[in-house]
């Protein structure tokens, strides 16, 4: 009777392992940081039917963070699968041995430095005592304010004392209120937030500099994501792509959903406005990479430049990027 129970007992648990391997789901962990540069991201992960064209039973889970560092040590501790950030971090990361790459481009767009102070009219009024807002140490902010201190002071890091990082949100709210800082580096939607208010104006910009060519946001994954789970890797680069597709092509609707979707207070017009102004695109393309990882280890930033194979993986080989 008892090795009757216990063959029994045996047999449900086995049938219970195996069961609950059967409806085992694949499972994407993206995360993206805030603004309209992730909204690919965001997108693919708040409407499934991207990836479920690819992959019908793969799960999504997906996380805001601040900062490409922040998103960056979430790829690398393999907290997420795949993220949005800048390409700087990924850079960084390659160059100190991490198998970290680009795995597809997301998007362009500007980035403005924006004070109400009247007397700032370029980052040579900035006095030591002022600070201002670069999202992350390693953000592309951070890389043009160096670009600014080697044309106005002669060295990249003699601005590096103005630097702190808060969340695009909370340095907005603090340059409305004029508290903390006295400048937010931001990029869309916060620009036009912040040029709605009239003494608000740009002291410097990514397009002041040729070096500054390069696309401001990517998607980076691990080795352990791109050669573990080939298959779902695929299927979430394709997702992706199809995402920004429908933005670039429907952009009203793409405008809709986000406006229903995105936290802030955002109306669709408001939306489209951000997804149509000059020097926004989506692409799948990374551009500027190779040159960027010069400039980086030109100035010390990293100990050494990477080309455009190396510092992605093989998807983006031949698909138009450098």
């Keep these: 009777m008892r090795k009757s129970t216990i063959t029994m007992l045996t047999t449900l648990l086995a049938a219970a392992v195996f069961s609950t391997a059967a409806v085992a789901k694949d499972e994407v962990r993206v995360a993206a ?8 991201l965001f997108a693919m992960a708040k409407k499934p039917e991207f990836l479920h064209k690819y992959a019908p039973d793969a799960e999504i889970k997906f996380v805001q963070l601040t900062g490409g560092a922040a998103v960056r040590e ?62 992350s140490i390693g953000s592309p902010q951070t890389l043009v304010m160096k670009m600014a201190a ?36 931001a990029t869309p939607p916060y620009i036009r937030m912040l040029l709605k208010h009239p003494e608000m104006h740009v002291i410097l910009s990514n397009k002041d500099f040729a070096e500054a060519d390069f696309m401001l946001i990517c998607a980076a994954a691990g080795k352990r994501f791109v050669e573990g789970k ?33 936290p802030g207070h955002l109306s669709e017009a408001d939306w489209l406005a951000e997804m149509k102004q000059p020097g926004v695109h989506f692409s799948p393309a990374p551009r500027g990479l190779a040159n960027l990882s010069a400039f980086m280890a030109k100035i010390g930033v990293t100990k050494k430049a990477g080309t455009y194979e190396e510092l992605t993986w093989p998807n983006l080989h031949g698909a138009g990027g450098n």
């Design 74 to 135: 979430a790829l690398l501790s393999d907290s997420v699968d795949i993220g949005g950030l800048a390409m700087l971090p990924v850079i960084q990361a390659w160059a100190k041995g991490a198998d970290l790459k680009v795995a597809l481009g997301l998007s362009d767009m500007p980035i403005q430095l924006i004070t109400w102070r009247p007397d700032l009219k370029s980052v040579k009024d900035l006095t030591p005592d002022d600070k201002v807002n670069v999202i």
């Design 230 to 262: 080939p298959k779902l890797y695929a299927a979430t680069i394709s997702a992706l792509k199809d995402v920004i597709e429908w933005m670039n092509t429907k952009p009203e609707e793409a405008a809709a959903f986000f406006a229903a979707n995105q």
């Design 33 to 40: 940081q805030f603004g309209l540069g992730y909204a690919p």
């Design 150 to 185: 080697m044309k106005y002071f002669g060295s990249p890091t003699a601005l590096d004392n103005r630097f702190v990082t808060m969340a695009h949100p909370d340095a907005v709210a603090a340059v409305i209120s004029k508290r903390g800082i006295v400048a937010e580096f």
